[in-house]
């Protein structure tokens, strides 16, 4: 793993991005509620992968709703 210091709002902007086409075909709304950053220690790869799996599977499980994306900080943990 190759630990490094992640803004992690960036990171989901730019999954989002690659499933935007996707979303955009089968007329699923997205909405995202983030601060502005929130930094994270990890494997910037990592990362994105266990996002996009999360994200797929909304888009494969959701039945065509809305899906809702929050990114909150919270003391020193960060929730998706």
Known sequence: L???????????????????????????TLELNTPESVFVEGDHFRLEQMVSNVISNAIKEGEGKPIIVNIKAIEKYMVL
């Open 2 to 28: 190759d630990f490094q210091k992640i803004d992690f709002v960036t990171l989901v902007k730019d999954v989002l991005l690659s499933f935007s086409d996707q979303l955009e075909f089968l007329s699923i």
